[in-house]
C-alpha cells in the first residue's frame, strides 16, 4: 500500500504498537516440547511489530517488488517472537514529493490476505488518528474448533478425501511438473508482478457478466490454458487449480478479525486447443459452487488435524504425499474488489495488494486484488521447481488468453 504524504517514523511506531495491543495473534510466538512436537502459541513477555525502513529513490518504481522478492518472501518470520513484520519504503522524505511504501509480512498461521489487507488498512487509520491504543479484542478459539457441529467428525472428514480422490481420478488432470526436484528446505519463493487495467479491465468485468462467469472462472480458466500450454501443449487435459475460500461469513466473522479463514479447493477446468475459454470458466464457477454447497471447503480445514505430522522432523512423509498425491500445485486466490478510500485522513492512500508465499503443496500461486481501477495480479512461484522463464511465460500467456477472449468477444458481439 502507497500512503502519499508526510508520514513520521513515530506515528508508524505508534500505530505498530496500537495494533499490537489490539490483537492478541500479534502478542504469541509459537513454542514446542524438545523434540519438536505439540506446537502452540506462547504469549510473548515483550510483543513487538518490528518495522524496518528501507530509503528509495523516488523514480524506482521497483522498489517494493525487489523488497518483497529478494528479502521478504526469502526472510522466514522467527516462531519465537511476534509473527508479523513491517517494511517502510521511504521516498522523498521531508519534501512535497513524500510517500511511503508499506509491506506488511505475515505467517499464514495467524492471518489470510484479506486479515492481512485489512489490519494494514488499520495501521494506517490508527497512524492517521495519533495511534490511540484501542480496546483489546478478546482471544478466540482456534479456527476448526469453530467449525458447525458434525464438520469435524473422523467419518465425515474421510469421505471427503475419499470423495476428492474419486473426482480427480475421474477427471484425470495434469499437474504442473517441476523443471528440476528441489527439497522443500531448499526452496525459495520468488515473485513476479502483473496488472489489468483501463479499458482492458472494464472490458473483462462487462464480459464476464455477460457470460455468466466470475471473473475468478475466467482467470481460472486463463492460469490452466496457460500451464497446460507449458506441460502438455497441444492437447486438451484438465488442469487442476486451487482456490482459497474464504468461510467467515459461516462463521460470523468480520475482516478485522485475523486468522486463517480460508480452504483451498480445486476445480478440474478441461483446456487445450478447440475448448471453448468461456465454457472452462463455469466449469470452474460450477467445481468450486459444488463443493462449497457441499460444505467440502470447511471439511478440509477440520482435516488438518488428521493430516498434520507430529513435528517438522517427522514431516517428510506427509510432505512427499502431498507434494506426489495433492489435488493441485497451481492456485488463484482472488481477494476481489477491496474497499479501501482513497484517503485516509490527510493521505492519499492507494496500491492495497498482496502476494503468498509458497507452501511444500505449491509451485504456482496467483493472487489477485482489484481496487482503485487496478487488477493486481501476483504470482509467486517456487524457485527451481519452476524457471523464472517458465514463470513470466505462464503469467504473460495467462494475461494474453484472457485479454484475447474477451476482446474477441467484444469483437463477435459488434459484428452480429
Not at 480422490?165 to 531448499?186: F, W
Not at 482492458?200 to 471473473?215: M, Q, Y
Not at 485479454?403 to 468477444?409: E, G, I, N, W
Request: some cysteine; charged content about 20%.
Amino acid at each position: 500500500m502507497t500512503v502519499t504524504g508526510r508520514l513520521t517514523p513515530e506515528q508508524l511506531a505508534g500505530a505498530a504498537a496500537a495494533v499490537v495491543a489490539e490483537h492478541p495473534l500479534l502478542r504469541v510466538g509459537i513454542t514446542a516440547t524438545a523434540d519438536g512436537t505439540d506446537p502452540r502459541f506462547a504469549p510473548l513477555a515483550l510483543p513487538e511489530l518490528t518495522i524496518r525502513t528501507v530509503h528509495a529513490d523516488p523514480s524506482d518504481t521497483d522498489a517494493v517488488t525487489r523488497e518483497v522478492d529478494t528479502v521478504e518472501l526469502r526472510t522466514p518470520i522467527p516462531v519465537s517472537g511476534t509473527l508479523a513484520r513491517l517494511v517502510d519504503v521511504a521516498k522523498a522524505v521531508g519534501t512535497e514529493r513524500e510517500s511511503h511504501e508499506l509491506i506488511l509480512t505475515m505467517a499464514h498461521v495467524i492471518a489470510d490476505g484479506t486479515g492481512i489487507l485489512a489490519l494494514l488498512r488499520r495501521l494506517v487509520e490508527l497512524a492517521a488518528a495519533g495511534a490511540r491504543v484501542p480496546v483489546t479484542r478478546p482471544a478466540m478459539p482456534a479456527v476448526d474448533d469453530r467449525l458447525p457441529t458434525g464438520i469435524g467428525g473422523t467419518a465425515r472428514i474421510v469421505a471427503g478425501m475419499l470423495a476428492d480422490q474419486v473426482i480427480a481420478g475421474a477427471a484425470r488432470p495434469i499437474r504442473m511438473t517441476p523443471e528440476i526436484e528441489v527439497a522443500p528446505v531448499n526452496r525459495r519463493t520468488r515473485l513476479i508482478t502483473r496488472e489489468i487495467s483501463g479499458a482492458d479491465l472494464t472490458a473483462l468485468v462487462a464480459v464476464c457478466r455477460r457470460r455468466g462467469v466470475t471473473v475468478h472462472g475466467a482467470i481460472n480458466a486463463a492460469l490452466a490454458t496457460a500451464v497446460a500450454g507449458e506441460v502438455t501443449p497441444g492437447r486438451r487435459v484438465r488442469v487442476p487449480v486451487g482456490s482459497p475460500v474464504d468461510f467467515r461469513a459461516e462463521l460470523g466473522v468480520d475482516e478485522t478479525e485475523l486468522g486463517s479463514f480460508v480452504a483451498t479447493i480445486p476445480a478440474h477446468p478441461r483446456v487445450g486447443p478447440g475448448v471453448d475459454f468461456w465454457r472452462a470458466a463455469r466449469t470452474v464457477n460450477r467445481n468450486l459452487h459444488r463443493r462449497k454447497r457441499f460444505r467440502q471447503h470447511l471439511t478440509a480445514i477440520a482435516g488438518l488435524r488428521l493430516l498434520c505430522p507430529p513435528s517438522v522432523a517427522a514431516s517428510a512423509r506427509v510432505v512427499g504425499l502431498i507434494q506426489s498425491r495433492g489435488p493441485w500445485n497451481v492456485c488463484v486466490t482472488n481477494i476481489g474488489r477491496t474497499d479501501f478510500p482513497g484517503r485516509i485522513g490527510a493521505w492519499q492512500v492507494s496500491g492495497a495488494q498482496f502476494a503468498a508465499g509458497i507452501s511444500c503443496i505449491g509451485h504456482l500461486v496467483s493472487a489477485i486484488t482489484t481496487g482503485h481501477g487496478v487488477l493486481r495480479w501476483n504470482s509467486t512461484y517456487a524457485e527451481g521447481l519452476m524457471s523464472a522463464e517458465r514463470a513470466d511465460r505462464i503469467a504473460d500467456t495467462a494475461i494474453a488468453t484472457l485479454l484475447a477472449r474477451v476482446h474477441a468477444h467484444d469483437q463477435e458481439e459488434v459484428h452480429v
